[in-house]
C-alpha cells in the first residue's frame, strides 16, 4: 500500500524485454541502503518487488500483465521516473490509500501554465471516469492527485511548483501516455451499485455497506 506522495526520482540504467516480461533495471541512489530483497516499490504507480541490489541499482521483473496495461514497457535508458516505498503502519498519510495496481493508461490532452501553477488535463477510458469524482483523487504516475473537473473520458488536475519540480509531470508534455489508478473508494461504489435494481441506491443501503 502506497500515499502517492513521491519520495524521490530514480534514473533507468536498462529495461531488458524478455519472454513472458522484462527486467527493470533501476538507480535510486541512497534509498539503496535501506532496501530488502522482497520490498515492494511503486514505480510510476506500478508495484514492483526487489529481488536484486547491487550498489545503488535495483532489479525488478515485470510481468507480461503489467507491460500490456502500464506506461513501464516504454521506459527509456536515462529516463527518470517516480519512485515510492510501502506505507508503514503510523506513517503519516499525506494523500490517499494507492494499491500500485495501475487500472490502465491515459493520455496528456492538455497542458497550461499559470502564474502560480499548472492545469493538466487526461483523456482516459470513460469506464474510469465513470468512478471519479470533483474534488476526488486518483493516482497518476503514482502522484496522489486531487481532482479539478471530470466529464466523460477526460479529468484534469492543478499542479503546483513543487508537484512539478519534484515529480515527473513537471517534464510531461502533450500526448505523452501516464498510469492511471482510480481510488479505491470510487471502485467500490461503482461494484456495489452494479448489483443493485436499476432504480439505483438508498442512502440506508449505502450505509449498511460502510459509505
Known sequence: MFTGIIENLAVIKKLSLKAGGAELLLDIGDFSDEL????????????????????????????????????????????????????????????????????????????????????MSFSVEKRFTDMMIEKGSVAVDGISLTIVSVTDGTFSVALIPYTLTSTTLGHKKTGDQVNIEIDMMGKWVKKILKKEDVGGMTREQLTEQGF
Do not use: P, Y
Not at 521506459?75 to 490509500?97: S, Y
Open 36 to 119: 530488502k530483497l522482497g520490498e515492494s516499490i511503486a514505480i510510476n504507480g506500478v508495484c514492483l518487488t526487489v529481488k536484486e541490489v547491487r550498489g545503488t541499482v535495483a532489479g525488478f521483473d515485470i510481468s507480461r500483465e503489467t507491460l500490456t496495461k502500464t506506461t513501464l514497457g516504454k521506459l527509456r535508458n536515462a529516463e527518470k521516473i517516480n519512485i515510492e516505498r510501502a506505507l508503514r503502519v503510523g506513517d503519516r498519510l499525506g494523500g490517499h490509500f494507492v494499491t500500485g495496481h495501475i487500472d490502465g493508461v491515459g493520455v496528456i490532452k492538455e497542458k497550461k501554465q499559470h502564474a502560480d501553477q499548472c492545469t
